[in-house]
């Protein structure tokens, strides 16, 4: 096991176990240390770069090694424009080929009822959607290009302000290696475009994580997660 995984599992177990560091409901904190910044008077610790869909580049961590006792509840669909082709009975992309991906949450039942402090937070329900493309070295496969206006291939160093007018559902910041969510509140469905890569770049995989999410000060413990990935060849 690597040094640098070794530092992250203490971390990752941490925010299981801390109401403060109970979610990852806003853009900076997905960048933010993993050792805990000072967030309004408490600590709140970042996700390090690391977004949980257990892809390569998140290290095999999922959402849901966070987002722990998940009644599993909720399901996922995804559609495509133009639709995945068939590649010898596999889904498959063609390369260079720009898609249009919709990630829907169904079966939403928490949030709903949000009380702090024992008074009501309404209108404050937040979900969540990461998804990462890679090729079979791990590597990002292709660009993403988020429903905000910006895209990995020219990546902002930082997250917008959450106010910013032309937010929407998704975004990419950082190393951009995939897609998050924006600061949205009672957001089911996220949208992106993804351009393919060169052709010979071979077999690539979707990593993707939802949550089933409640108030951003909420913990983790209770909130619902579907995870998974998809596999597509490359086609001609």
């Not at 993993?34 to 970042?46: F, I, M, P």
């Not at 994580?209 to 060849?233: C, M, N, P, Q």
Request: charged share 15%.
């Amino acid at each position: 096991m690597s040094k640098k995984l070794i530092f992250l599992l203490p971390a990752l177990f941490a925010l299981t176990v801390s109401l403060g560091a109970g979610a990852f409901p806003f853009l900076k904190t997905w960048h933010d240390a993993s050792n805990a910044n000072n967030y309004q008077n408490y600590t709140r610790a970042g996700g390090g770069g690391i977004y949980g869909t257990g892809s390569a580049q998140d290290w095999g961590i999922k959402c849901s090694h966070c987002h722990i006792e998940s009644e599993g509840l909720i399901d996922v669909s995804f559609d495509v424009f133009p639709s995945w082709t068939d590649v010898g009975g596999l889904e498959g992309y063609i390369p260079g080929e720009r898609y249009t991906i919709t990630v829907n949450l169904l079966g939403e039942h928490l949030g709903f009822d949000n009380m702090y402090m024992g008074m009501p937070v309404p209108n404050e329900n937040k979900n969540g959607m990461v998804a990462v493309i890679e090729d079979a070295s791990g590597r990002r496969a292709g660009v993403y290009h988020t429903d905000s206006g910006v895209s990995s291939d020219n990546c902002p160093a930082g997250p917008p302000d959450k106010n910013e007018p032309t937010l929407m559902s998704t975004y990419v910041y950082g190393d951009c290696h995939g897609v998050l969510f924006t600061e949205t509140n009672l957001q089911t469905s996220w949208t992106f475009d993804w351009v393919a890569p060169a052709a010979g770049t071979g077999d690539v995989t979707i990593y993707w994580g939802v949550v089933d999410g409640d108030w951003a000060a909420f913990s983790s413990l209770d909130d619902d997660v579907k995870e998974g990935t998809i596999r597509l060849a490359e086609g001609s």
